[in-house]
């Protein structure tokens, strides 16, 4: 993918540089009639004060001068479509450069949290941060409007769309190591872009891993790989559950993020929304970085303003 963004990428510069170099062409070949054509004005000129012996040398100048307007004229029309087609590749050249920075942006976002946020995690043996509130998912709808937390009630988070599937049993991938080098190896299948084969390390690792600090990122991970592949339903389904079994998980405000936006894509706007609104009263110390991206999710999705 990435190589024939690249190879795109080099054929529109490669466009816009052969467009600079016709528009030059033509504009040294104007400069060059239009000096012509001022000496064969100015002989015109003179003929036309020695008298009727001239006429026949007159007239051939003015013929002369005829075909150079002509030509100026064409060479006008073609500078007029080199300037319009290069104005048409200079757009297209500037929406993909702006669509390579977004992507950029969000792949650099998940390596980071892939390689210095989990490790974190591993490496430190702390006790979880308690947020504010209890230690389940909060009711959202109501969260916002009252100011005691309550028991999350899991009909509040019913996407008609997210339809859990009992899945078939698969063959066993993850390498027969500690949890930490399983789940290593799991996210690092997300690195090389091979989200069939990390949906199912992921999986098995929480199902095998369910109670491990690590299984609330796993299920997040796990979540991602169908988010990637533009697979909604699997994935609201899948923030749903890192949503209600690990609301204390370091992934648990973007999980909470993306539940949101994939519930917004469904069509769930209203619950959607919601999720996106109660981010920053779940989660006060989420990374800004979080807090700005609900808040241009909310923008994008049209969300009303709440409390």
């Known amino acids: 993918m990435r190589f024939i963004i690249f190879i795109f990428s080099f054929l529109l510069i490669f466009s816009t540089a052969r467009a600079d170099e016709k528009l030059n062409q033509v504009l040294k070949e104007l400069q060059q009639i239009k000096k012509d054509m001022q000496t064969l004005e100015k002989a015109v000129y003179s003929q036309s004060f020695k008298g009727s012996g001239k006429t026949q040398a007159s007239g051939s100048l003015e013929g002369a001068l005829t075909r150079q307007l002509v030509k100026i004229t064409e060479l006008e029309e073609q500078m007029q479509k080199l300037t319009a087609s290069h104005e048409e590749v200079m757009f297209s050249f500037e929406q993909l450069n702006e669509r390579l920075n977004k992507t950029q942006k969000d792949n650099e976002l998940r390596l980071s949290d892939l390689e210095t946020g989990d490790v974190k995690q591993v490496t430190k043996k702390t006790k979880p941060k308690q947020f504010p509130g209890t230690d389940k998912p909060q009711n959202l709808g109501n969260m916002v409007v009252q100011k005691e937390p309550e028991q999350q009630q899991t009909s509040s988070i019913n996407p008609a769309s997210v339809v859990k599937i009992e ?26 872009g091979d989200y069939d084969q990390a949906e199912l390390a992921l ?44 609301p204390q998980s370091s992934k648990g405000p973007q999980n909470l993020l993306k539940l949101g936006v994939t519930l917004s894509e469904l069509g769930e706007k209203d619950q959607g929304c919601q999720m996106l609104d109660g981010i920053k009263k779940q989660y006060p110390k989420a990374k800004q970085s979080v807090i700005q991206k609900a808040k241009y999710e909310k923008k994008k999705y049209k969300c009303p303003s709440i409390g």
């Open 167 to 192: 899945e078939p049993e698969v063959k066993e991938i993850l390498p027969k190591k500690s949890p930490e080098e399983q789940y290593k190896f799991a996210t690092s299948l997300i690195k090389v």
């Open 203 to 246: 999986r098995e690792f929480v199902k095998k891993n369910s109670k491990h600090k690590l299984a609330g990122n796993a299920q997040y991970w796990y979540a991602e790989t169908f988010y990637i592949r533009q697979l909604y339903h699997d994935a609201a389904a899948a923030y749903l559950d890192g949503y209600q079994k690990y």
